[in-house]
Structure formats: structure tokens, C-alpha cells
């Protein structure tokens, strides 16, 4: 627990740490420096325009998070963040050997393409950089902060000062100096290198470590035995050294702690590694008629047994390699039969969990395309893990959730300010909440249900800084807060700032549906104060410990009690028959 900890308080100091370097080197010389909303009325676009670069980039190349990410390091540690890393030339900052594997470049020139037309000659190239890094990490499931904006952009760009750089195989004693020389120490060295939790380097800057350390004719001996022989078989002696390897192994497009675990264990490995024997001989023989020996997709599990025992391989054996579909798809072909007719019945496979079923029918649709590939661990399709065991746990491929809607609601001819007064406030005690949710036919339930839905979302700074700084006119922060917390929801929502900035509501997975808002909520870092009630309230906990799974109470499955929740949700007042209209425009009434 303590490591975990840890661990998360380093990507914290992380995502802090890279505000401070853009704020620290963008305020040389005595310039008037730099602040969040330095545009707020000359280009107040910016931050959304950068973001949508960056976003359609990531998505098309998941490659280029890293790449942005370490830009701004490289451009920041020459100089000061000026952008003279994207100056072309022959003998510019760019075209030097530790920036030859940079890329990115065009996600930074569609980005000020698209300012220059919206807003020309105002944002930096500079400004950019530090947004679209900010931006990958958060992309790729990091924590976001505020930006300070105002840089100028630098008339400067030369190779030679990317000696400055910090080399792949320096001492730790020359990173630190380096580092002191920019006025950082050596927790932020620590710090800012666990930014290689993404991206990759090619063999050629670490094969050495792998086959002639130190000139010995031997390995790194730092290098975890069980993880070796995987390094070598990517960077074979003498092969391709422009070959890509993750630096933080299973999860090189995933911002999080773990790059700092594979430290711990001398290896890079998210996934898994194991010693190969070798010595094998290529057969002589490949008929197809010995194929029907593979176990098949409808093979009964007694018949799968006996394959597997035929090659001496037991039922735990049995169990643990099938487990390799954590990563993977299966066409549609394959599984489209159990969807609408198992077993001749024109029915479901009923061992699929009816909320699980929509999704797959869309995705598979009664003779449609059998060649369309699906996940066959869904949420996990390229990371191995033990997540496909908890999706035949639930009987579905449960990345989010679905549910059949019930259709056939009639729009209502009434709208009426007045009326919001009912809607649940962010602040309202338990006991309000309980009694809004029954006056709607709703019960504890199901409002402990339906607020996890801030699983996803966010909210603005003004809804809840008050929780911060002066709770309940105590001059002094809720204490339902965690201690730990507060500082970063500070520094995101200073006080007397911009009300209007947006936090998450279940941080480190605002745009992830699943059950971690409630170990938020647990850990007191709820954002909302009626979030933080269903926590501290004992009328709620009993609920949200069951969606946690806490020993010695009947659990709740998330996914499928959401799914309820919403279908209850929606037959809240229905019109159907003759009552209310079927409107044109949705937005006013025929």
C-alpha cells in the first residue's frame, strides 16, 4: 500500500512538475513571465484548438503522445521553452543527433495553422509545445494541470547545445548536475524521467546494455535475468537499431505509476517474460488434416480438457493459456451464432449477460460482415492482463456498460425554469438526495447508482472550489477532504481564479466508465460535496462498500446496476399514446 502510494504521489509530482518547468523557463530575463488565461481575450480558442490537434493525432498514432511529451522536455532544457526545437536547418537544434528520433512536428504546424486562421500572429509556437504536452499525457490516462501561457517564441536554434541534453548512458552524478543547472533537483530528475512511462527508444541507444556492457562481453547485471532474453529477442546482435521498444514494458501508451515498478524489478515487463529454452529442430510434416487436433471455439469444455491432457497439458494449463485472449479479436463469424441462435433455439447464448448483448449485436449485426473483428477482452484489447477473467466473470466484455432502452416516449410541451429547483444540487445533504430520488420513484439505490455516473465528466471549478478554502464559513478546507488531495485540487482551482476551469469528477479516469469513482469517494477524493456524502454519510456507505467489493457484504456488479438505474431513471413521468408531441425541431416545440 505504502509503494502504491508512492508511486502515485511521483506522477503527481510529475504533472506538477512539468507546469513548473514551462512556468520556470518561460520567464527569462526578467520578462513579465507567464499565467493561465494569458489569452483568455486575444484567442480564447487556444487551449481547445491545441487539444483537438493533438487529440486526432493521438488517435491516428498513439506514438505521438511520447513524442510531444518529450519536445517540450528537449525545447525547455536548451534555452528555456522558446520552440527553437522546431526551427529547420542545417545546424539547428532539430537536425542534432539526441533530437533525431523527435516526432510530432506536424501535429504542432496543424495546431498553429488552425490558430493562425483563427486568431493570427497572437499564440506562440512555444505556447503550443507546452499545451500539446500536456495534452498527450492526458490523453493517454495521465492527470491534466493548468498551463501558464505567454512565451515568446526564440530567435536562437543551435545544434551544438543539445550537449546540454541529458544522455541515455550518463552517470546519475552528470543528470543531477545537468538538472541543478536548471534549477531543478534530484527528485524532479526522478520525477521527469517518469515521463518514459510512454513511448519508446530504439535499440540502438540500449543493445549495448544487452550484450557487451562496459566493454565485458556480458549483460548489464541491473538487467532482471527473466527479462533479458524478451530484450534480446527485439534487438537481436547486429539486427535493426532503429527497431522501437516500449520504455515502460505493457504500458508504453498508458501514462501511470508503473514505469517506476519496472524499475523496482529490474525490468520493463507490464505483460510478462520468461527464459526460452532453445535447441528445437523445424519439422519435416504440415498436413491439414492434423488441424482438427486444435481446440475449437465451440469445443465443450470436456473436449478441450482432453485436447489439452492429449499434449500433457493439465486443466489449470488449459485455463491459463486461454487466458492470452486478454489480447486479441475474433471475427464475427466466429461467435455471431451464439447472438441469435444458440444451439437451434433463435435465441441468445443465455451465459451472456443481457446487458453485454446489445453491444454485441450491434457491433455483430444478424448477417452482416462475419469478417468485423471484436475484442475478445473488451476494454483490454492490446494490454495483457488479468482483465479477461473479470469480463467471463461477469458474463460479458464489460469495457463500459449498455442496456436495451425502452422506447416510444412522447416530447413534452412544457419547459419551465422554475422546475430545476427539483434537480439534485451539488450540495444538497444525503437526506435531500434520498428524498428528491423517491419523490422519482427512485430509491437509495438507485441514487448511489446513478451518481457513479460522474465516473465520467467534470466539473467547474466554481461548482465546488468553496469545499477548498472556506467550508461552511470555517475559513478552512471540508475535512472529508484527504489531506493528500487537497493541494492538487488547489492548485487547479486557486483561489479567487477561473471559475469556469473544469476538474475532473473521478480523477484519473474522467473519460473512462467504471467502478473508480467510488474508491475515490473511499479515499476522500470526491470533488463534489454530495459526492463525498455518499461516502461519509452511513445511510449511503453500505452501498458504495458493496460496489467496492468490501469483505462480508453481498456485492454490487456496477455495470449491471447502472444499466437498471438508467432504465428505471428513464420512466420517470413518461409520455406515450396521445400525451405530448413528436417535435420536428428538438430544441422548440411544433
Known amino acids: 500500500m505504502e509503494v502504491s502510494s508512492a508511486l502515485t504521489k511521483m506522477i503527481v509530482l510529475l504533472v506538477l512538475l512539468l507546469a513548473t518547468l514551462a512556468l520556470g523557463q518561460g520567464d527569462r530575463g526578467g520578462r513579465r513571465g507567464t499565467r493561465v488565461g494569458f489569452y483568455r481575450s486575444t484567442c480564447p480558442r487556444v487551449e481547445s484548438i491545441v487539444q483537438s490537434a493533438v487529440r486526432s493525432a493521438v488517435r491516428a498514432n498513439p506514438t505521438i503522445a511520447p513524442g510531444l511529451l518529450r519536445m517540450f522536455f528537449h525545447d525547455c532544457f536548451i534555452k528555456g521553452c522558446d520552440a527553437s526545437i522546431l526551427i529547420d536547418g542545417a545546424s539547428t537544434e532539430k537536425s542534432a543527433g539526441p533530437n533525431a528520433f523527435l516526432r510530432g512536428f506536424e501535429v504542432i504546424d496543424a495546431a498553429k495553422s488552425q490558430l493562425e486562421t483563427t486568431c493570427p ?69 526522478v520525477t521527469l524521467v517518469g515521463g518514459h512511462t510512454i513511448g519508446t527508444a530504439a535499440c540502438a541507444l540500449f543493445s549495448y546494455r544487452l550484450y557487451n556492457f562496459n566493454n565485458t562481453n556480458g549483460p548489464d547485471p541491473d538487467i532482471n535475468q527473466a527479462f533479458l532474453p524478451q530484450l534480446r529477442a527485439l534487438c537481436p546482435n547486429g539486427g535493426d537499431g532503429l527497431r522501437r521498444v516500449a520504455l515502460d514494458t505493457g504500458s508504453d501508451n498508458r501514462f501511470g505509476s508503473s514505469f517506476y515498478e519496472n524499475l523496482r524489478n529490474g525490468r520493463g515487463a507490464g505483460g510478462t517474460s520468461w527464459q526460452v529454452p532453445l535447441g528445437r529442430r523445424d519439422g519435416l510434416v504440415s498436413q491439414a488434416s492434423d488441424t482438427v487436433n486444435l481446440p475449437a471455439f465451440n469445443d465443450p469444455v470436456s473436449v478441450q480438457i482432453t485436447k489439452f491432457a492429449d499434449k500433457n497439458l493439465n486443466t489449470q494449463d488449459l485455463v491459463t493459456l486461454v487466458g492470452g485472449h486478454t489480447i486479441g479479436t475474433g471475427a464475427c463469424v466466429v461467435f455471431s451464432y451464439r447472438l441469435y441462435n444458440f444451439n437451434g433455439t433463435n435465441l441468445p447464448d443465455p451465459s451472456i449477460n443481457p446487458s453485454f448483448l446489445p453491444q454485441l449485436q450491434a457491433l455483430c449485426p444478424n448477417g452482416g460482415d462475419g469478417s468485423t473483428r471484436v475484442a475478445l477482452d473488451t476494454g483490454s484489447v492490446t494490454r495483457f492482463d488479468n482483465s479477461f477473467y473479470s469480463n467471463l466473470r461477469n458474463g460479458r466484455g464489460a469495457g463500459g456498460t449498455s442496456w436495451q ?11 419551465q425554469a422554475s422546475d430545476t429547483a427539483n434537480l439534485p444540487a451539488f450540495n444538497d445533504p444525503i437526506s435531500v438526495q434520498i428524498t428528491k430520488f423517491a419523490d422519482k420513484n427512485l430509491n437509495t439505490q438507485d441514487l448511489v447508482t446513478l451518481v457513479g455516473g460522474h465516473t465520467i465528466g467534470t466539473a467547474a471549478c466554481a461548482v465546488f472550489s468553496y469545499r477548498l478554502y472556506n467550508f461552511n464559513n470555517t475559513n478552512r478546507p471540508d475535512p472529508d477532504i484527504n489531506p ?54 452511513p445511510t449511503t456507505r453500505p452501498i458504495v462498500q458493496r460496489f467496492l467489493g468490501i469483505s462480508g457484504l453481498l456485492g454490487l456488479t456496477f455495470n449491471v446496476e447502472f444499466g437498471r438505474s438508467m432504465v428505471k431513471m428513464g420512466n420517470i413521468e413518461l409520455k406515450t399514446g396521445s400525451q405530448g408531441e413528436i417535435r420536428r425541431v428538438c430544441s422548440a416545440i411544433n
Open 405 to 415: 432502452v425502452p422506447l416510444g416516449r412522447r416530447d413534452g410541451l412544457v419547459s
Open 121 to 189: 500572429g497572437v499564440v506562440s509556437c512555444a505556447d503550443i509545445v507546452a499545451l500539446a504536452a500536456r495534452d498527450s499525457v492526458v490523453l493517454t490516462g495521465g492527470r491534466s494541470w493548468q498551463v501558464p501561457l505567454g512565451r515568446r517564441d526564440g530567435l536562437v536554434s543551435q545544434a551544438s547545445d543539445t550537449a546540454n541534453l541529458p544522455g541515455f548512458n550518463e552517470p546519475m552524478s552528470a543528470q543531477i548536475q545537468k538538472f541543478a543547472d536548471k534549477g531543478l533537483n534530484t527528485q524532479d530528475l
Open 484 to 537: 493528500s488531495f487537497l493541494p492538487q485540487l488547489q492548485a487547479l482551482c486557486p483561489s479567487g481564479g477561473d471559475g469556469s476551469t473544469q476538474v475532473a469528477l473521478d480523477t484519473g479516469s474522467d473519460n473512462r466508465f467504471d467502478n473508480s469513482f467510488y474508491s475515490n469517494l473511499r479515499d476522500g477524493r470526491g470533488v463534489l460535496e454530495s459526492d463525498a456524502k455518499l461516502w461519509s454519510d
